[in-house]
């Protein structure tokens, strides 16, 4: 299995590289909690379009190197940034569910875009879910470590608990199998209870308002209507109106699971964004 030292602190990330070594590229970046594999119904239709396909297990999760620290976010910006390194991506296009998106936000502000053609936010959290001046109408500070102890004090609960409103599942079209659901609540418990507090604890508090203008490239955002965990208009709508060159596509009924409740539609809007 591919892995490479991280040029940060020499952590041992895994990767998944697929497809032509020349031509387009999307490099996945995932969800809080999930590795690579979430994107298993993005990544072969993109294949279909013959582009390559490259997923980073952050720090902690998937088949990446159990560590301790390292999760404050320009350490983790600078995991991406290596991975594009190490593997010379040329012209990439960086897609980020959730927490991703503010990952690749500190990354292009951090290390330049001379690398990367585009950005996709898909459900991102950017530029952050707290109330702050710029987002009155964030999640109250203290509401986020609150929802983090009942996580410490029993993750399984945490997220099966929460994996129907992840879905969305209450609402029309989101035909998602209790099997599906069982293997992302398995998956997520594969990130490690130091990897999935410390990722909490930096959703607490991040907040790119300031550095989303920054990223003068075309930028795709796609967000449903039912998303609690970053709804859409403290999170989409702003970060659409602050990226000076978004699309902003909002799908109806979908939650923040959308890769999989709208898997179709979310591969067709990647691949048009990336070969148009």
């Given at each position: 299995?591919?892995?490479?030292?991280?040029?940060?602190d020499g952590t041992r990330l895994h990767y998944v590289?697929?497809?032509?070594?020349?031509?387009?590229?999307?490099?996945?970046?995932?969800?809080?909690?999930?590795?690579?594999?979430?994107?298993?119904?993005?990544?072969?239709?993109?294949?279909?379009?013959?582009?390559?396909?490259?997923?980073?297990?952050?720090?902690?999760?998937g088949r990446s190197d159990d560590v301790w620290g390292?999760?404050?976010?320009?350490?983790?910006?600078?995991?991406?940034?290596?991975?594009?390194?190490?593997?010379?991506?040329?012209?990439?296009?960086?897609?980020?569910?959730?927490?991703?998106?503010?990952?690749?936000?500190?990354?292009?502000?951090?290390?330049?875009?001379?690398?990367?053609?585009?950005?996709?936010?898909?459900?991102?959290?950017?530029?952050?879910?707290?109330?702050?001046?710029?987002?009155?109408?964030?999640?109250?500070?203290?509401?986020?470590?609150?929802?983090?102890?009942?996580?410490?004090?029993?993750?399984?609960?945490?997220?099966?608990?929460?994996?129907?409103?992840?879905?969305?599942?209450?609402?029309?079209?989101?035909?998602?199998?209790?099997?599906?659901?069982?293997?992302?609540?398995?998956?997520?418990?594969?990130?490690?209870?130091?990897?999935?507090?410390?990722?909490?604890?930096?959703?607490?508090?991040?907040?790119?308002?300031?550095?989303?203008?920054?990223?003068?490239?075309?930028?795709?955002?796609?967000?449903?209507?039912?998303?609690?965990?970053?709804?859409?208009?403290?999170?989409?709508?702003?970060?659409?109106?602050?990226?000076?060159?978004?699309?902003?596509?909002v799908y109806e009924h979908a939650g923040h699971g959308?890769?999989?409740?709208?898997?179709?539609?979310?591969?067709?809007?990647?691949?048009?964004?990336?070969?148009?």
């Amino acid at each position: 299995m591919p892995y490479f030292a991280s040029p940060a602190d020499g952590t041992r990330l895994h990767y998944v590289d697929h497809g032509p070594a020349d031509g387009p590229v999307a490099v996945f970046v995932n969800s809080a909690y999930l590795g690579s594999e979430m994107w298993e119904f993005q990544m072969p239709r993109l294949a279909e379009e013959d582009l390559r396909r490259v997923g980073l297990d952050r720090r902690g999760h998937g088949r990446s190197d159990d560590v301790w620290g390292g999760f404050d976010l320009d350490t983790l910006a600078d995991d991406l940034h290596g991975l594009l390194v190490h593997l010379d991506l040329r012209e990439a296009t960086l897609i980020g569910h959730s927490m991703g998106s503010v990952e690749i936000t500190r990354c292009l502000t951090r290390h330049g875009a001379e690398r990367v053609a585009r950005v996709a936010f898909v459900a991102g959290i950017a530029p952050g879910l707290v109330r702050t001046a710029d987002n009155p109408d964030g999640v109250a500070r203290d509401a986020v470590p609150a929802a983090n102890e009942v996580c410490r004090r029993d993750r399984a609960a945490f997220f099966r608990d929460g994996v129907d409103a992840f879905f969305a599942v209450d609402r029309p079209g989101n035909d998602v199998s209790l099997a599906y659901r069982d293997h992302v609540v398995d998956r997520a418990l594969i990130s490690t209870p130091r990897s999935t507090a410390a990722v909490q604890a930096l959703i607490a508090v991040v907040d790119v308002t300031a550095e989303l203008p920054e990223l003068d490239l075309p930028a795709l955002v796609t967000h449903g209507t039912h998303d609690t965990s970053a709804p859409l208009e403290t999170t989409a709508r702003r970060a659409a109106r602050l990226l000076p060159g978004a699309t902003l596509k909002v799908y109806e009924h979908a939650g923040h699971g959308l890769f999989a409740t709208h898997a179709e539609q979310l591969g067709a809007d990647l691949g048009q964004f990336m070969t148009d």
